[in-house]
């Protein structure tokens, strides 16, 4: 009877409607992304049998000590690491101008144009515009083939595809607009008269930049870099057309060793460790910035 | 003169955005079977070329059932949780909302992967509807994030009124609440089935046999005598996404102006 009581009165909270409403978005999420996650995290403690797709049910550390101790693993780890940390860094500086100049120097019916003539390029095809790439740096490429109908060169470039620099070129253009909107809406929020502040306690307007603009923009900016570092670092696309192939990131070794090798354990194991690297390099960028990120109300 | 530094990078920036992509219609009107310069004249034939291609047409025919149903899929989950977290006070809100979005920051590698594993191991066949799972729990996120701007623009006291005159609380979400939100809906319905159609990695794992558009794009650009007809395709789709946004943008600015609110610009 008590328990009934305490049931109709659940029934007709708040937070009762909200748990029902909720409900169904919920258990998709927990159906489909919590469950398969926990899946390869378990995988990734078992052993890989002999014939295919069978996994022997031993628990075992061995996946993660290849992982991690193997060098051609980590070698792809670092690639991958660094391939994303050089996208962010190049992503992120080339965009904080373009977003200052929309929120500072647009007027103000002009800044949806702007914001839109950025985004464009975002909802074309990814696939399309990764493999355009290589056809403005491959081999009878447009580069070559421009520079060489000039008279320019006589021979055609080969170091411009194929390597690091053009992978981390063409995921830098992928995700720019990734980068512009946090950075744009942070500085929208920074209320102006801050600035008339701060020049008129004297400040050069390159100090009250670096010590009154910045320091309010940092969230943006921290946003910015997190949607860019997370997402390249798992890239697939890339390194296979780019890339030739030859230089394969973690997202490459997942798939090879899941299906080509069918090696599940194995390809857990290295898709949990990339997990492992983006979050942790997620939590330290935050917390290294936590004195900008506390939210003055 | 300030600022005018700045304006010349920002454009450079923007020319840089679209240089690859200007490339597209350049060389889908090429007539060369060569992506390079000089360019040896007008043609229309790579168009042309497209509609004899029958693995094309049941790519495309796959990508549209995909991306209509995905799209509407992720927009009514979307509905229920920007409406819940719009709405509603309860404890853990913000882990289940946390958990909703986690795909928006989720290699989507991983995320096929996972999926794959998880259908592999219980012995599912890849087909359409399996992609169609993946995408709508990659497009729920951008559709939530659309629809709790709608949710949160909406004045409460409207909702009250019809509850004071007479109404239920279902009615009420018929009458009042769904019109004043139905921009928001459309804009996250267009969101979301741009998203799904260009989605390549969870296709590409999840498909089986069944090709989509992407997958098939992906598959041809092996072959160089395919390219200048993957160009004339890439064109088209770039108007395409061009003309959706377009109406995306208007139903979302028309949407703020119904509810009263300032526009901040942009989709996310």
């Known amino acids: 009877m008590e328990e009934k009581s305490w049931w109709d009165r659940f029934r007709r909270t708040e937070a009762f409607a909200g748990y029902t409403l909720i409900s169904p978005t919920a258990l998709y999420a927990l159906l489909l992304l919590v469950a398969p996650l926990a899946t390869i995290l378990a995988y990734s403690f078992l052993t890989d049998g002999d014939s295919v797709t069978r996994l022997v049910w031993e628990f075992t550390f061995d996946n993660y000590i290849t992982t991690w101790t193997q060098p051609i693993y980590r070698a792809v780890m670092m690639r991958s690491l660094s391939v994303s940390m050089m996208v962010t860094a190049v992503t992120v500086i080339l965009a904080f101008p373009v977003a200052y100049y929309v929120s500072f120097h647009v007027a103000p019916d002009r800044k949806s144009l702007w914001l839109f003539l950025i985004t464009i390029p975002f909802w074309t095809s990814y696939l399309i515009r990764v493999f355009l790439w290589k056809v403005i740096l491959g081999y009878n490429g447009v580069i070559n083939s421009g520079l060489t109908s000039l008279g320019l060169i006589d021979e055609p470039l080969t170091f411009i595809l194929y390597n690091v620099n053009s992978i981390v070129l063409t995921l830098a253009h992928a995700y720019a607009p990734f980068a512009i909107l946090p950075i744009f809406v942070a500085l929208e929020k920074i209320d102006r008269s801050l600035l008339e502040a701060g020049q008129d306690l004297g400040e050069s307007r390159i100090m009250t930049f670096w010590r009154v603009t910045l320091p309010l923009a940092m969230p943006g900016v921290v946003a910015a870099v997190l949607i860019v570092l997370i997402p390249t670092i798992g890239d697939y696309v890339t390194p296979q057309l780019i890339g030739g192939g030859k230089i394969p990131m973690i997202a490459n070794l997942i798939q090879s060793q899941m299906l080509d090798q069918d090696n599940r354990p194995l390809g857990s194991a290295l898709a949990v460790s990339a997990m492992l690297i983006v979050t942790v390099v997620a939590l330290a960028f935050v917390l290294l910035n936590a004195r900008f990120l506390r939210v003055k109300k | ?268």
């Open chain 2, 1 to 268: 003169m300030k600022g005018q530094g700045l304006r010349l990078y920002a454009i450079l920036y923007l020319i840089f955005l679209y240089a690859p992509i200007v490339l597209l219609p350049i060389f889908a009107f090429n007539d060369a079977t060569i992506i390079s310069f000089p360019l040896r004249g007008f043609t229309t034939k790579w168009f042309a070329a497209l509609a004899d291609l029958p693995t094309l047409h049941l790519a495309l025919k796959n990508s549209l059932i995909i991306a209509v149903s995905s799209s509407v899929l992720a927009t009514t989950l979307g509905i229920f949780a920007a409406r819940a977290s719009t709405r509603y006070e309860f404890p853990g809100k913000g882990g289940l909302m946390g958990l909703i979005m986690l795909p928006l920051v989720l290699p989507e590698v991983i995320v096929a992967m996972s999926l794959l594993m998880v259908l592999l191991g219980i012995g599912i066949d890849l087909a359409i509807w399996t992609v169609i799972l993946g995408h709508t729990l990659i497009c729920t996120p951008f559709a939530i994030a659309i629809l709790s701007a709608a949710f949160q623009s909406l004045d409460k006291s409207l909702e009250e009124a019809a509850y004071d005159l007479g109404e239920s609380k279902l009615s009420t979400f018929r009458l009042i609440t769904l019109p004043l939100v139905m921009p928001g809906i459309i804009s996250s319905l267009l969101i979301s089935f741009t998203i799904s159609l260009d989605e390549f990695i969870i296709a590409f794992f999840l498909a089986g046999s069944e090709p989509t558009l992407p997958v098939y794009i992906y598959s041809q650009l092996r072959f160089p005598k395919q390219i200048p007809a993957i160009m004339a395709l890439g064109t088209i789709l770039v108007a395409l996404s061009v003309l959706l946004l377009t109406i995306a943008e208007y139903f979302r600015r028309r949407g703020l102006k119904k509810t009263g609110a300032k526009d901040t610009g942009g989709f996310l």
